[in-house]
Structures are given as C-alpha cells and as structure tokens.
C-alpha cells in the first residue's frame, strides 16, 4: 500500500482513481498543478505522486521536492513533446498517458532502494552496518530513545529502515511514537519466521509505519506485557531479523538489558530462554550500541555489563555511547571524567558522549514523535545525528543535501 498524490488531467484521473484504490493504495490529495504539489508535500507526506508530463504539472522544481524528501514521481505523457519535456528534467518514470493501472503498478510498489549519499553516478555502496542492536544495563540508560532517533537519522538520510522492539520484558518503543500495540509486531514475526512463513507481503502487513516529512520507517512493535516473552524464542528471532534485515536497508533493534546465562543451567534443555532474544539480536548485529548513564551509579553498571557483552560480541563491534552527560552529576569537566572512568576501569578508548537534554526528551515523549520532529535544533538530536552519518552509514557529505535515492534510473541519467 502507498500514499498517493495525484496531479492528472480529470478523464485520466477518473480511469485509474479506483483501480487504484483497488490496488489497496491511498489516495491522500488531488491537486491541479505543480505548485499545488510542491506546497501540499510537507502536509500531506505522500510516498508516490502520479502527475502529467505537462509542463503546469511537471516542473523542476517538484522533481528537486520530492527527490529531497524521497517522494517517487511518476508522470505520464500524452506525446513526444510532455516526453521530451520529462527527459530534459532528468524524469525517466514515463508512461503513456493511456497506460493502465497493471503498468503503473511496478513503478509506484517497485523501484531499486539504494542507499542516499552513494552519490549519483556511483552505482551502490554497502553500509557500515545493517543491523544495529542498542543495548544498555538496567536503569533505564535511554536504550529505546536512542534506538528511535538512530533510526529516524537513518531514514532520514534516505535508507529504508526497520526499528525492531525485542525487549523481552515489554515494548516502549510503540508508545514513544503513538502506535498501537495491542498485537505485537515482532512476535507476529517470530512465530511466522518459526514456520517459514514470513515473506515480504507478512513483514508489509505486521509492520507500523511512522510517518513523518522525509524520516519515516516501520516499526515492528514489542510485547504487550512481560508475561509473553517465550515468543522470542532464539531460533525465531535470528530468523525474523534476517528476514527484516532483507526487506529492508538498515535493522536497529532494541533489545532487552538482561545478559544472565543462569536460566541455562536448569536440567531442562528444550524450555524456552527468557533472555535468548537478545543474545539473538547481539549475535545478529554489525554494531552494538552499549548504552550507560553518565553517572557514578549508571557508569559502573555499564563497565559491569560491558564485561559480560564481551563474551557475547567482538569488543570491535561494540560502540560505548554514555548518555546524559552534565556537570550536576559528575562535576567539572564532564565528558573528561567519562573518558578517564571508561579507558581506567576497562580500557575503551573512545566513546560517544550524549549531552543531558531534557527539554528536547520531553517534546518527543510528549507529541510521541521522534527527536528531529518534535526537537531538530537541540544538541541531542545533533549528536546521535553525527553518530548515525560517521559510524553507521558509509560517506559522510555534509557540505551536500542528502536525498533519497528512489530513482537510480533517473539519477543516472540525470548526472
């Protein structure tokens, strides 16, 4: 299912309006001309607009718009000259005017995802990571809020993402963005991965979409309630997340905070382990995002649990991130008195500082958005932004506008 914008001639519109609908797509504005388009698209957020290749539909300026916010954009034309006309924006998504529904249909649900900032004549590049697990001690260190806004920096820099909740003792992640989590996702996907049965029409179905104007991703929500954690089984989990992992560009998973083995030791060996969900989804990533508090007390749970994620991860896939860093809780020099506690007690070298930004966490919790919607501006949201671009995703561009990349034919042709 996509959202529709559409921008056609009214006999055309009349002829595909319910065949796509039929399709099972959304239809979210019907505009006249391209600047009508351009205005609605930060409102109206459509994944597809279906225009004409004429020129009062059909500008360069709705081709730089939807390319900033990962819009595709199909046009038809109803000769050689709206053709032509196409061509020479660099729009190669052309049909026929008279084209039915059966062959617009591949370019709306289709298209090669490639990631964003592989630049346009480079073909494809593989990213740093494609699963990334974030974890931290109990306390409550900030695992989901720093799993939600890596994954709406992810997508905002034009990957398609997954944000996975397998925290076997209860999800959060679906009420920090305001979704329903009355079926959990991520378990509706273990039990059809444990009976082969999760294809991509499975994942499109059990998947929540959070929307928003050029960062959307879906969401595999967690547990409803501690009580049902046999469901991640381990075996089911790998093969959930290797399904995810192959629907979409990037997976970032939040997972439970519990690393104890003792569970193992029980004379039954086929029981089902309470905590084989994040070992899974540890084993499964590229890259582990350790998170601690930066205080005395969320400082030594970290350095206790680092030990145990050792045996479990490769030190040089682990990434130490110390969150809520400020002076009322460490003193003077900060982030000086982290480092020194860390590269002492066990011997990390570098580690990604979080500054304490509670206005910021607040917004989101409070409209249930992410970071870069509810707070762009404050220094959290900068910070795990920087991470995202130069440990996660491949090329950092900064002095570039990141788009998506839809359209590789386009982009091709276009460069």
Known sequence: MARLALALDPATEDRLLSDAVEHGHVIVARLVGWRDVVESLDVIAPEVVLVGARRDTLSAELLAGCDERGIRLVALSAGDAERAHAAQLGLHEVLDHSAGWAEIEPLVRGGIPLPSRVGEATPQVSL??????????????GRTTIAVNLAAEIAAAGHTVALVDADPYGGTIAPSLGLLDEAPGFASACRLAGGDA?????????AQRYSAPRASFDV?????GPSRWPELSGDRVTAALEAIRRWVEVVVVDTGFSL????????DQFAPRRNAATFAALTAADRVVAVGLADPVGLSRLLRGHGELVDIVEPERIDIMANRVRTSALGIDAHGQVRQTLRRFAGIGDATMLPHDGKAA????LTARTLRDAAPRSPLRAAL????????????EPARRRRFAFAPMRRAAAS
């Open 128 to 141: 740093a990571a494609s699963l990334v697990a974030v974890w931290g001690p109990a306390g409550a260190p």
């Open 198 to 206: 999760l294809d991509r029409a499975e994942l499109e179905r059990i």
């Open 220 to 224: 595999f929500t967690g547990l409803v």
């Open 260 to 267: 104890e083995r003792d569970e193992e030791l029980t004379s």
């Open 362 to 365: 607040d917004a989101a919790i």
């Open 385 to 396: 932004r920087d991470y995202a671009l130069e440990r996660l995703l491949p090329i950092r």
